[in-house]
């Protein structure tokens, strides 16, 4: 910390209570920055209670807060030298000091720098972890404030027994009677009493800072380090799961910041949407590899079978030094050869994914199936293609369902999507509802007149002959695909969905990411 200059104290100087600065906020920032973090406290509801429990702690939490705010968001995040702090904010300076200086504050504002979401996700992290430090920090200013008073009190003594002794002069015979402050000390030519007591308060004051400096330098450098660590962490979490859902930076659809906020809130705070968000990042990338529309056939490589007949004649020649040179331009794939280009068979119809939402679904085995519907909805809208979600379980009627229509034209709709994850029926297990509204709208929407179904169940439900041989026949002539998934725990069998698909892919662990990735590159390869 900066010492205090003794001579602020003085009369002549002007008073310690009267400092030529009296900045707050120890973060360079301007009414933009102050409306956008008070947006965010009403928008957000966790940071503006955090804001309020700080404040009761730490009175100086609020500023502090809006520093922590205004360093993650700006663009150049400049710091106020101390000298230039009102004295109760100087403990904000020192932590924002120990903030900004640290090599994890650079790694942070890689991602939160004018970016509104990932910045909120921060301070609201960093907040949490600040409350933990509030109590010391109201330890630390109290001192200072104590020693700083009484700086102030024996100031003032001094300062009037200054008055008292000039007012006697003027008004005596020129004499003096040496009554202010004892006057014993003066005429000896010794400080007065008040002179020491001043002398002292301001080496108090001198020792309160040492040792908020050394408190700033170690444990609460410590402090930050330890906080910054889980504000990266969770902060690249959290990104990461928005991300899956459309939000944030790089997000597909363009709302508005409340919106998102709310969109924000509804998932953080959901076990099951961070849960359906991981399992959709490693289906994603699966599908990106999958999903090419076109396919490059050895162009870097010599295939023997495509050689010209010129160069075989070299490779045949009874001259040595034929054949040393096919062999040359063989290793260093100089050899001409017929080049194979081609492009990937795709399926560009729609998606019909129904959805079992019976009780027996309810855990992992509903968050695979809508990370499914989450990565196959990715597909879809990459090669602008419609897609629909069926949900179903024990209804008995087409019009009891629940649907989530994704049309090519609309984009992506991020809350549309949310709200489709969310939904759990919880009910029994009908096939046949789901099934006939998929016949309905491929033969009812021209959109859909070549979707193919994917059918994710994880039990059984029996399917009257009659509607089987219907349904059979109508897939032939519709050229329908019907792919099934059987999430089986164990006693299911495929003896139903045998009688109605094309191809019955069976997840016997769940929880194995290598099954997982298998059945997932089976899906998405037929689905493309």
């Given amino acids: 910390m900066k010492k205090v200059d003794n001579s602020i104290l003085s009369k002549k100087h002007g008073s310690f209570a009267d400092p030529l600065f009296d900045e707050k906020y120890s973060i360079i920032n301007d009414a933009f920055d102050i409306d956008n973090f008070n947006e965010l406290k009403e928008s957000a509801a966790e940071i503006g209670a955090l804001g309020r429990k700080g404040e009761k702690d730490y009175e100086q939490f609020p500023e502090l807060y809006q520093d922590v705010y205004s360093s993650f968001y700006r663009y150049n995040a400049g710091l106020l030298p101390e000298y230039q702090m009102d004295h109760n904010f100087l403990l904000n300076n020192a932590v924002m000091s120990n903030l900004t200086e640290s090599q994890k504050f650079k790694e942070l504002r890689a991602m939160t720098k004018l970016d509104t979401m990932a910045t909120a996700i921060a301070t609201e992290v960093f907040g949490r972890e600040a409350l933990e430090m509030a109590n010391e920090l109201k330890e630390k200013q109290d001192a200072i404030n104590r020693a700083i008073q009484d700086a ?71 402090d930050i380090n330890r906080a910054m660590s889980t504000v990266i962490q969770r902060t690249s979490d ?153 949900h179903y379980s024990g209804e008995h009627s087409v019009e009891q369902l629940r649907v989530h229509d994704f049309p090519k034209e609309e984009g992506p709709n991020t809350q549309k999507t949310i709200e489709m994850a969310e939904l759990f029926l919880n009910g029994g297990t009908n096939f046949e509802p789901p099934l006939t509204l998929s016949m309905q709208y491929i033969d009812s929407k021209p959109a859909f007149s070549k979707a193919d179904i994917i059918f994710i169940t994880d039990g059984e ?32 069998t495929a003896e139903v969905l045998n009688t109605i698909s094309r191809l019955v892919i069976k997840m016997s662990d769940i929880y194995n990411q290598n099954a997982e990735s298998e059945i997932a590159l089976n899906i998405f390869a037929t689905m493309s």
């Fill in 152 to 222: 102030l009190d024996a100031a003032k003594k001094l300062q009037e027994e200054e008055e008292a002794a000039e007012g006697t002069g003027e008004d005596g015979d020129g004499k003096g009677t040496g009554e202010a402050g004892d006057g014993e000390g003066e005429e000896s030519g010794g400080p007065s009493a008040n002179e020491i007591s001043l002398k002292e308060a301001e080496k108090a004051l001198q020792e309160a800072y040492k040792d908020v400096s050394a408190w700033a330098k170690k444990d609460l450098s410590k």
């Fill in 461 to 492: 439900s029996p399917l009257r002959a009659d509607f089987v041989e219907k349904f059979n026949k109508w897939t032939k002539e519709k050229k329908v695909s019907v792919i099934s998934l059987l999430v089986d725990t164990g006693w299911h």
């Fill in 238 to 390: 959290t990104l990461d799961t928005l991300k899956q859902w459309g939000l944030g930076a790089g997000g597909g659809e363009n709302i508005g910041y409340r919106q998102q906020m709310e969109l924000f809130n509804k998932i953080k705070n959901s076990h099951k949407m961070k849960e359906i968000a991981k399992i959709a990042g490693r289906l994603r990338m699966i599908a990106t590899k999958v999903c090419k529309e076109k396919i490059k056939r050895g162009s870097d490589e010599v295939y023997l079978a495509r050689i010209l007949p010129s160069e075989l004649c070299n490779m045949r020649s009874a001259n040595k030094g034929r054949r040393n040179l096919f062999k040359i331009d063989f290793i260093e794939g100089k050899l001409l050869q017929f080049a194979l280009s081609g492009q990937a068979k795709k399926s560009k119809g729609p998606i019909i994914c129904c959805i079992d939402e019976s009780g027996s679904m309810n855990g992992m085995p509903e968050y695979w199936a809508k990370a499914l519907a989450l990565s196959l909805l990715d597909i879809a809208q990459k090669e602008h293609r419609d897609f629909m979600v069926i």
